[in-house]
């Protein structure tokens, strides 16, 4: 079967829930993806203010891979970057080069976003997306760290 690329358009929310459901599924994450899913209002925001960009990768009529970016300005000159916060492949698609479409669509939406690099981060443990993203980029050397937020007073 062949499925299609495409960027979530604001309307598109099936296909959104659809993604929110595979990442809590490939990620094994449901209490974060399933539990709470935002409101329509909430989703036809996010998918319509520039700075969110959701890529799906679509089968008959089913997400089987999907990518959630945002899309940073920078204020040390006029740029921004793109940040690929997830990515996944359903497990029954993987090593169909579906990854490597979603993000060549990615690098696509980079460049006519005027992002001068895209981001993504991977754990050295999970081979395969380190392995996928090493073939299209190189490996910088970053420690993110978790901060939370605390109230004031």
């Given amino acids: 079967m062949a499925y299609t690329i495409k960027p979530l358009a604001r309307d598109d929310i099936s296909d959104f829930r659809q993604m929110n459901q595979l990442f ?55 740029r921004a970057e793109l940040h690929v916060y997830d990515l996944a492949v359903a497990n029954a698609h993987q ?14 939406l980079a460049h006519d976003r005027g992002a001068w690099t895209v981001t993504i981060a991977s ?3 999970d081979e395969v997306p380190t392995k996928l993203y090493g073939k299209l980029g190189e490996l910088t050397e970053a420690c993110w760290f978790d901060l939370s937020p605390i109230p004031r007073g």
């Fill in 24 to 78: 809590g599924d490939v990620f094994e994450m449901p209490d974060d993806y399933h539990n709470t899913p935002p409101s329509d209002a909430y989703v036809r925001q996010l998918l319509s203010n520039g700075q969110f960009i959701g890529v799906v990768a679509i089968e008959n009529d089913a997400v089987i891979g999907a990518a959630a970016c945002f899309l940073n300005h920078k204020f040390e000159q006029e």
């Fill in 95 to 108: 090593k169909r080069g579906i990854g490597t479409a979603i993000l060549h669509e990615i690098r696509h």
């Fill in 123 to 125: 754990e050295p443990e």
